[in-house]
């Protein structure tokens, strides 16, 4: 309970004005009352009535005026104006693979025998511990071969097929198994199989100009892994498994060690299936084509995923598609570790296009956990993310329909150009800011301030090494956040919602625990922000509060206290008839009130109470059909525009 002395002092201005409500409201026009889109307590039990542990129910996106212009100036690929991996797939011209594996009894048997290899067929060469396979057709390979090689080297156009059936194959100087040209080898993992892979830590190469095959599993052309097997392959010397061309995987189960890159796939790499366990120094998953817009892309079905990575650990040049799986990331030790300053180590990243049609992820990294260049779009899934730097950043456009984000630890929540949140549920923890829309790239600004505090002001965060670095961003008035929908849960040190251009709420709930330095706000936008629909309180300090623009069609209230109410304090708003329109609990300390909801009526009078107690279902601190027992009572005031605002304005809104 706080001391009645200063309970007197903090409230005596407030009741002043409150009793002077009319004259202290906005003289601006008064806005028609809009119809109410849903009960306010049956949209706040519907939006949060989902566990954190099951992936929310996607729905199509809502459009707008202007949110599928395309905002990049770079050149477009086809990828960049997908909104599902469906649509990104028919624009990468992406084929079902379904290989058809043959008996493996029908194949030519080659058997490992340690320091010896035997074969009998005319499509096999043995030279000591090389075995060369020069003709299409199934091979079926079992037993152990000490600093051998497996080669595949025809020009025959059918498929060569690998039977891996129980191998353990070794080399110190180069790829054990080397596919040097083929139209298509196929790796079949047989039911039950174990098979090992390793390479050594230096390789010779016959000429020194060259730097290939530079992995355990290497091949030249396209590669598909399949079956019912396992596969544990350490790339001691670089990367675990390359292809050059495009890299397939239907199942399997793939365990990789590798000092670089754990699976790369240059043109594509796509997983329709299988259980992976990858630890790399580098990125683990990967595709680096460059100069084919309809390439380098990574596309996933399905499969379940542990991937620690020095680096990235989905890492596409131009796209990262995914349907559906189960992902544990960790990248460059999580969230509380320092990495360099020209360092990458973000959780999904894609240089054009980030799509996730479902799945869930866990996911924890020192730089962004998810991360496009341009353009990003969450159709569902559901996901637990801690980071250094950003939960979620585009550098274009970043657009929500649904899914359940729950960001445990950010330098900002969520970071775009553009914003559209169409439906979903989210959570957002941030040390700075918890949404914030601004233009540029992101140059990777981690952390905090001084003593862990806000980086809202220039010089803030920073986990990279060679000091605190800024997001840098540019103010432009094509950059806004749209909110048609979905459960927002903001709590953040700096701004909790920063938006450099406009904000406009058409439904939804949003709930903002805000800083309680004075340098930031709850509501920070400016271009302001225009509420038509939906419930929004926000609360923090008072020397940068707003609230709902002027031209906004549902009705605002801002209230601004001259002390400071510690946190988990009720306040109360009751109308006319005792009805509780407002029961919320803050998590923070707060000395601003930010209200908009379709129950805040012209010409309705309302009662403000603060601490007291409540029962009812509780959400996030905010109380459905809550029973109040009344506290203080501070005074009544009566709405007669569309914004309202008592105590000290701050900056307005």
């Known amino acids: 309970m706080m001391n009645k002395r200063k309970i007197l002092l903090l409230w005596t201005a407030v009741l002043m004005l409150l009793v002077l409500a009319a004259c202290s409201a906005e003289s601006s026009s008064t806005a028609a009352v809009p119809t109410q889109a849903q ?49 990104a797939a028919a624009a990468n011209n992406v084929e079902d693979v379904e290989p058809a594996a043959e008996d493996n009894a029908e194949g030519v048997a080659i058997v490992l025998n340690g320091d010896s290899i035997t074969a009998e067929s005319n499509g096999v060469t043995v030279e000591d511990r090389v075995v ?18 497996i080669v595949v080297d025809t020009e025959d156009d059918d498929p060569v097929q690998l039977f891996l059936n129980g191998i353990q194959i070794s080399n110190e100087s180069t790829a054990p198994i080397f596919v040097a040209n083929a139209s298509e080898t196929i790796l079949v993992l047989a039911a039950n199989s174990e098979n090992y892979v390793t390479d050594g830590a230096n390789y010779v190469f016959e000429d020194p100009e060259e730097d290939e095959p530079n992995a355990a599993v290497f091949s030249k052309d396209t590669m598909v892994i399949t079956g019912e097997g396992m596969l544990t392959v350490e790339g001691n010397y670089s990367d675990g498994i390359i292809s050059k061309d495009e890299l397939t ?18 043109d594509y790499l796509l997983i329709q299936n299988g259980n992976f366990i990858i630890n790399s120094g580098g990125d683990g998953l990967k595709s680096d084509e460059e100069e084919d817009a309809e390439l380098g892309y990574i596309m996933i079905d399905n499969g379940v995923f542990d991937i620690t990575a020095g680096g990235d650990a989905v890492q596409g040049e131009t796209d990262v598609l995914i349907s559906g799986g189960e992902f544990t990331i960790t990248a460059a030790g999580g969230s509380s ?3 360099g300053e020209d360092d990458s180590a973000e959780g999904l990243k894609a240089g054009v296009s980030v799509i996730v049609d479902g799945g869930s992820f866990d996911i924890n990294t020192a730089d962004d956990a998810v991360h496009s260049n341009d353009s990003m779009v969450i159709n569902d899934g559901t996901f637990v993310v801690a980071t250094g730097d950003d939960g979620f950043h585009a550098d274009a456009s970043l657009t929500f329909n649904g899914g359940s984000i729950r960001i445990t630890e950010s330098y900002e929540g969520i970071e775009s150009a553009i914003i559209v949140i169409n439906d979903g549920k989210f959570w957002i923890a941030s040390s700075d800011d918890g949404i914030n829309v601004a233009g540029g790239n992101d140059s ?24 605190p670095g800024q997001d840098t961003f540019t103010a432009n008035t094509d950059q806004y956040l749209t909110i048609n929908g979905g459960y927002i849960f903001v709590d953040a040190r700096g701004d909790g919602i920063d938006i450099n251009g406009v904000a406009t709420m058409y439904d939804g709930v949003l709930l903002v625990n805000g800083p309680t330095e004075q ?29 709902a623009a002027n031209a906004s069609a549902q009705n605002a209230l801002l209230m601004n206290f001259n002390g400071t109410i510690p946190a988990n304090t009720l306040i109360n708003i009751k109308d006319s008839n005792g009805n509780s329109i407002l029961t919320f609990a803050p998590t923070v300390p707060y000395q601003s009130v930010a209200f908009s909801s379709a129950d ?26 809550a029973n109040y027992t009344p506290g203080t009572e501070l005074g009544s005031f009566t709405i007669t525009s569309n914004i309202t605002r008592l105590g000290n304005t701050g900056r307005g809104g």
Do not use: C, W
């Not at 990777?444 to 000091?467: E, I, T, V």
């Not at 939906?534 to 020397?543: E, K, N």
């Open 39 to 87: 009960d306010t307590a049956a949209a706040v039990i519907e939006a949060t009535d989902v566990p954190a542990a099951e992936s929310a129910d996607s729905s199509q996106p809502v459009s707008s005026a202007n949110q599928d212009e395309s905002v990049a100036e770079e050149t477009e690929t086809a990828t960049e104006t997908a909104q599902s991996v469906a649509e």
């Open 600 to 625: 805040l009526v012209i010409g309705e009078t309302y009662t403000v109470y603060y601490d007291g107690t409540a029962t009812g279902t509780s959400v996030d601190g905010l109380y459905v059909d």
């Open 337 to 339: 570790a320092t990495i």
């Open 519 to 547: 340098m930031n706000g709850a509501i920070d936008v400016d271009g302001g922000f225009t509420i038509n629909g939906g419930f929004m309180v926000a609360v923090g300090s008072a020397g940068m509060a707003e609230t």
């Open 132 to 149: 060369t396979i020069t003709s299409a057709g199934t091979y079926n390979i079992s037993g152990s071969l000490t600093d051998g090689q």
């Open 444 to 467: 990777s600004g981690f952390g905090g301030g001084p003593d862990g505090g806000p980086g809202g002001g220039p010089g803030g965060g920073g986990r990279h090494q060679g000091g």
């Open 249 to 266: 995987i239907t199942g399997g189960t793939l365990i990789v060690n590798a000092v670089d890159d754990g699976i790369r796939g240059k």
